[in-house]
């Protein structure tokens, strides 16, 4: 498991919950050093309410969290002596969120006193850009070839990477069983992306009817240029400028998109109309599921929410 926390919990019955926390954080796809984090912080809060409260877990108040959450705000920090910064702050109280909704899932616990406390998160870097539904589709009628919806049918319908974009073959792309295999993603993982009917027909359109195998340098190549080589990566980012352009929308120009952007669009689609996070996870290739929480624009308690659905799936 790692580390040993320093913090000790006497209460036998709260020391199995704590191990039942950090086995949860595990299968739900958490880093080992996130899982670890977040059950050493659980141990803490656990502690206090032995130590402070003396009273029955399940019967805290949020008022009883709040008095956890003040005394942190307190203390130094362990390491640097300094106070907490505000994103570890704001962990504890997620943490405890979390550990509780768990609690709900397995009958342990009749509600979630930490439910209802707002913190803000505090905001450590520039917010991804997303189009919205309505936006993409506007590029997709804009359209003028059948290698431009190809482009978008991989770079939104796929959500590949760019780097994926380049390296994607025919042989890659299974139209009959509707899939899409990643040999090489990030990190050398390898993954299965599944297609809809409309990617299907894009692809296949492009294939047979647009790409002219005579005119191909490189045979293996899915989608190739004037010249008849591998597309790279410059070339997909300008294809898409011209094709932003076209659409003459000051709203979309002014987001200034890349074909990465059109990947974290279709996450963000995605986690909207409810697909489970561990799901889109699978569908990025994301290693672990933080990386997938970052590629969406949903809040705090609509991520809680769709990981209880996905906790409750896997009982």
């Known amino acids: 498991m790692g580390k040993p926390s320093t913090t000790v919990v006497i209460t036998e019955y709260y020391n199995h919950l704590a191990q039942e926390f950090y086995t949860n954080r595990q299968q739900l796809g958490y880093s080992l050093p996130n899982c670890r984090t977040q059950w050493h912080r659980i141990k803490e809060f656990l502690h206090f309410a032995e130590t402070h409260i003396g009273t029955e877990i399940t019967s805290l108040s949020t008022e009883n969290i709040l008095q956890f959450y003040r005394l942190q705000q307190?203390?130094?920090?362990?390491?640097?002596?300094?106070?907490?910064?505000?994103k570890t702050l704001w962990d504890y109280i997620r943490t405890i969120q979390a550990f509780y909704t768990l609690l709900q899932n397995t009958g342990k616990a009749s509600h979630n006193p930490a439910a209802t406390i707002r913190i803000e998160q505090p905001k450590t870097e520039s917010p991804?850009?997303?189009?919205?539904?309505?936006?993409?589709?506007?590029?997709?009628?804009?359209?003028?070839?059948?290698?431009?919806?190809?482009?978008?049918?991989?770079?939104?319908?796929?959500?590949l990477r760019v780097?994926?974009?380049?390296?994607?073959?025919?042989?890659?792309?299974?139209l009959r069983e509707?899939?899409?295999?990643?040999?090489?993603?990030?990190?050398?993982?390898?993954?299965?992306?599944?297609?809809?009917?409309?990617?299907?027909?894009?692809?296949?359109?492009?294939?047979?009817?647009?790409?002219?195998?005579?005119?191909?340098?490189?045979?293996?190549?899915?989608i190739i240029h004037i010249r008849g080589g591998r597309m790279k990566y410059?070339?997909?980012?300008?294809?898409?400028?011209?094709?932003?352009?076209?659409?003459?929308?000051?709203?979309?120009?002014?987001?200034?998109?890349?074909?990465?952007?059109?990947?974290?669009?279709?996450?963000?689609?995605?986690?909207?109309?409810?697909?489970?996070?561990?799901?889109?996870?699978?569908?990025?290739?994301?290693?672990?599921l933080e990386s997938t929480e970052v590629y969406t624009h949903i809040s705090p308690l609509q991520l809680q929410k769709l990981m209880t659905g996905h906790t409750q799936n896997q009982q």
């Open 128 to 159: 991804r850009i997303a189009l919205t539904q309505q936006e993409v589709k506007e590029l997709y009628r804009h359209t003028k070839t059948l290698q431009e919806r190809a482009m978008l049918s991989l770079a939104y319908g796929c959500g």
């Open 74 to 86: 307190e203390r130094p920090g362990k390491t640097s002596g300094k106070p907490l910064s505000q």
């Open 234 to 288: 410059y070339t997909y980012n300008k294809l898409l400028k011209k094709l932003v352009k076209r659409t003459k929308n000051k709203i979309i120009q002014a987001k200034q998109i890349s074909i990465h952007n059109l990947r974290h669009s279709i996450a963000t689609h995605l986690i909207e109309q409810g697909v489970p996070l561990e799901r889109v996870r699978e569908f990025l290739g994301h290693a672990q």
């Open 163 to 174: 780097s994926e974009l380049v390296q994607c073959n025919i042989e890659d792309i299974r």
């Open 178 to 222: 509707g899939i899409l295999i990643v040999p090489k993603g990030k990190g050398n993982k390898s993954r299965t992306v599944p297609m809809s009917k409309t990617v299907i027909k894009d692809l296949s359109d492009y294939l047979f009817k647009e790409r002219l195998p005579q005119h191909s340098k490189d045979p293996k190549a899915f």
